[in-house]
């Protein structure tokens, strides 16, 4: 009878031990959400993100060709209000403001060197900038980025600590088929690299950290709103591996979120920061909200 007690008295213990790896699974936390706004007509359709270093600047793009930055208050490192700083045009090759059929700016990434990079769809391209008021300069092209459609083009882009540039179409085609990820190397687009596609979701964005990728992506249900997830792989040589659900959204909790960016703080924590597109309409938002991982 003794022996028995005893075997019940370590049972607790055992079934903490079995559960601790399930807890252990990582998530995103949801820290702040805040609303951006500005009394500039032209603000709205915010479709990318690069965070300052620091987490108190941003820099942003529109959809109608420009670039928004912004400034943001914080309080033990959480977002507590976001003031819309400036907006400017982007510029292009000859350094005029970007018009017509060019204007549709989805994704932005920083390189290495402090440049700017900014994707297009519609006229598919991926464009380079050294400053805010700089021209761009086209980066290299491929056949590829001529077939896709016409507003289904380069969504999400991203570079690595190397410079290495990620570039990711909003629709894979089908949704059995995985989505292409073009990266650049030695100045060609490989497309040897694929993003398991999983449901009805779209890309809108991703970031890199280290050797891991965070993909942004939504799901819109008519008049039911969107649903927005995001998940990690680890990328190994000409894979996307390791591959982790960190959020996924009720329908309608958040608004259009197009713009995804990955930072760490000065403690080392790793935020996650991501804003939304209002397609210029009265009853969509532009929201700031920002998540932290949670191992």
């Known amino acids: 009878m003794r022996r028995c007690l005893a075997s019940l008295a370590l049972l607790p213990a055992l079934l903490m031990g079995l559960c601790s790896p399930l807890s252990a699974q990582p998530r995103l936390v949801e820290e702040s959400n805040l609303r951006l706004r500005s009394e500039d007509s032209n603000f709205g359709g915010i479709s990318g993100l690069v965070m300052g270093a620091d987490g ?12 928004v930055t912004g400034q943001i208050t914080r309080q033990d490192g959480v977002a507590q209000s976001a003031e819309i700083t400036a907006l ?71 570079s690595d600590a190397a410079g290495m540039i ?18 650049l190397i030695d100045g060609v687009w490989d497309d040897s690299m694929t993003l398991p596609r999983r449901g009805e979701f779209l890309v809108t964005d991703a970031d890199i950290d280290g050797s891991d990728l965070y993909v942004l992506e939504r799901y819109y249900l008519p008049f039911g709103g969107f ?11 000409d894979a996307l591996v390791d591959e982790v659900e960190l ?26 920061s991501v804003v939304s597109d209002d397609n210029f309409r009265f009853y969509q938002r532009n929201q700031l909200v920002e998540f932290r991982l949670e191992n």
């Open 88 to 158: 400017m045009p982007i510029l292009d090759s000859k350094g005029h403001p970007l018009d017509g059929y060019n204007t549709d700016a989805e994704g932005l990434a920083a390189l290495p060197d402090g440049a700017l990079i900014v994707s297009f769809e519609s006229n598919h391209r991926v464009m380079r900038h050294d400053g805010l008021d700089a021209a761009g300069t086209f980066l290299p092209s491929t056949e590829a980025f001529g077939v896709l459609q016409t507003n289904s083009g380069l969504e999400a882009l991203a």
């Open 56 to 67: 108190a600047s941003f820099v942003a793009i529109s959809d109608r060709g420009r670039f």
């Open 247 to 272: 959020m996924s959204s009720r329908l309608g909790h958040y608004d259009n979120l197009e713009g995804l960016d990955v930072w760490r703080d000065a403690a080392g924590i790793l935020r996650v």
């Open 227 to 237: 649903q927005s997830r995001i998940r990690r792989f680890t990328i190994a040589d």
């Open 166 to 183: 990620y570039a990711i179409p909003e629709r894979s085609g089908a949704l059995t088929r995985p989505f292409p990820v073009y990266r």
